[in-house]
């Protein structure tokens, strides 16, 4: 399983590239092999202002549905169209392609980095 | 601590997910269901399904025991023939669907869902107690794989010394793959021509490298248990547990076909099930189909046209092979009727489904 150094995750396994104060949001490779298939996605629209730890979407595979949760607060810049009709980008590229969406953030909030998600998933935190 | 399966390394080697099912690790999936789903209905998916239970009843009157016990007319069945049929409660109930083979004269297999092993066995050996059969659980000595899809003839022919294209539907015969005696049939539970290859635990691995090696070339895929819920959904077949359970009678299900009143003697059921022939269901296993990519899942609402709750999903799916989202769900039968418009609410938000005969998809034979 791949967990990419460069890059901040959540609990709720989402990563987060951030550049200044804008975040690029997606699921991470974990959450992707867990949930299969992908083949429906709903995400936050541009200009909603989304709030940490939120229900902001929703990702559906074959088997089951599963909230996704904002990973930090603010407003919403930039929704991955390909994504949206295409899901199984998350699959596929879920570091790359499979990217969600982008939001402006107001406030870092506290994220695990590469070492302590791989340590989470591995069951060792 | 769920047991692994017998193929448990071989899985693991092709990198399978696994899931524990009714205390068993079963692989759920490979690379991805939908590539598995695909191969199944366009090529051969291979499936390990040693989860299911195999129990045996034999004995002088082994035939009339499984008469009494079962819904179905089983000492009917000749020899190397199978049937589907159920084992109800005597309110009717269903405890679970079965697949018993006959042997030989004096002896059935009876294999049977394996969350449901337990209860079986247990119910199988109370019924048999006035006759002269004895029932042994050989879950154990068993592993069970699958082939399934347009290829799986050609695949099974290529490993065996049996006469695979004179096998019919639901035959079964002994074969040998690999030096491996076993039990070869033609059964499956996907809505495709198949096979289902019952062998020693100890040949499990041998029997399973040598089907993988011979569907290669006509693209043979590893199945998991992921697919094989949408493959059996898509045909139409009920799962234990979601559309079967002990408060339907094979009836509600569209299945009363394999309740066999006119066999003889007596059997499990038969006054509440003749009572519930009689005055019809109240309500009965519809097939739904909806547009768009969300699917409505077991558990979630159907609503009539005016928003009254007039039922629940059993299951549900965006169909691969259709690509639109398909369901199950008990619904009384003026609303059941084809073309009936409906609607699912699928977490709060209402979507449009209409009622459709099931099922969902038919092979082209």
Not at chain 2, 85 to 114: I, K, P, Q, W
Not at chain 2, 261 to 280: S, Y
């Amino acid at each position: 399983m791949s967990v990419l150094k460069n890059l901040s995750y959540t609990e709720d396994h989402e990563w987060l590239d951030l550049d200044g104060d804008v975040a690029t949001v997606g699921i991470t490779q974990h959450a992707a092999e867990a949930l299969g298939e992908v083949v429906f996605v709903q995400l936050p629209s541009v200009g909603e202002r989304v709030a940490q730890g939120d229900v902001c979407g929703e990702i559906e595979s074959t088997k089951s549905v599963s909230d996704l949760y904002a990973p930090a607060t603010g407003e919403v810049l930039e929704m991955n169209d390909s994504t949206v009709e295409t899901p199984e980008l998350i699959n596929s590229d879920p570091y790359g392609k499979g990217w969600l969406f982008r939001v402006h953030v107001e406030e870092v909030p506290d994220l695990l980095d590469a070492e302590a998600y791989a340590a989470l998933v591995e069951g060792r935190a | 601590m769920s047991t692994p399966s017998p193929l448990h390394d071989i899985h693991a080697g092709l990198g399978a997910m696994f899931t524990d099912f009714a205390g068993c690790s079963m692989p759920v999936r490979y690379g991805g269901e939908l590539a598995e789903h695909r191969a199944v209905r366009e090529a051969a998916g291979l499936f390990d399904l040693s989860h299911m239970a195999e129990i045996e009843v034999a004995g002088p009157e082994a035939g009339p025991a499984l008469d009494y016990a079962l819904v179905g007319h089983l000492s009917a069945v000749r020899v190397g023939r199978a049937r589907y049929t159920m084992l109800c409660h005597s309110t009717g109930g269903v405890l679970d669907d079965v697949v018993v083979y006959r042997l030989a004269e004096r002896r059935f297999m009876v294999v049977a869902n394996a969350a449901n092993a337990a209860v079986v066995a247990s119910e199988l050996r109370g019924r048999a107690d006035r006759f002269a059969a004895e029932v042994t659980d050989r879950s154990s000595e068993y592993a069970l794989i699958a082939v399934q899809g347009p290829r799986s003839a050609e695949i099974v022919a290529a490993v065996t010394d049996a006469d695979v294209s004179a096998l019919p539907y639901y035959g079964s015969t002994l074969a040998s793959v690999k030096g491996h005696e076993l039990l070869l049939a033609r059964t499956g539970y996907t809505g495709e021509d198949g096979f289902e290859l019952y062998c020693s635990v100890a040949a499990a691995e041998g029997v399973w490298q040598a089907l993988a090696e011979a569907g290669e070339p006509h693209g043979l895929l590893p199945a998991g248990l992921a697919c094989r819920d949408t493959l059996r959904l898509e045909a139409g077949m009920p799962l234990y547990g979601n559309e079967l359970h002990l408060s339907v009678t094979p009836f509600e299900a569209g299945l009363g076909r394999v309740v066999k009143f006119e066999k003889p003697g007596e059997f499990v059921g038969r006054t509440a099930l003749a009572a519930r022939r009689d005055a019809g269901p109240q309500r009965v296993l519809t097939g739904l189909s909806g547009t768009g990519r969300r699917a409505a899942r077991h558990g979630y609402a159907v609503l009539s046209p005016d928003g009254a709750r007039v039922g629940e999903v059993t299951s549900g799916a965006l169909s691969p092979t259709l690509a639109k989202p398909v369901a199950m769900a008990y619904l009384p039968p003026e609303l059941s009727e084809p073309g009936t418009r409906l609607a699912v609410d699928i977490r709060g938000r209402i979507e449009p489904v209409e009622a459709v005969a099931l099922p969902f998809y038919q092979r082209s034979t």
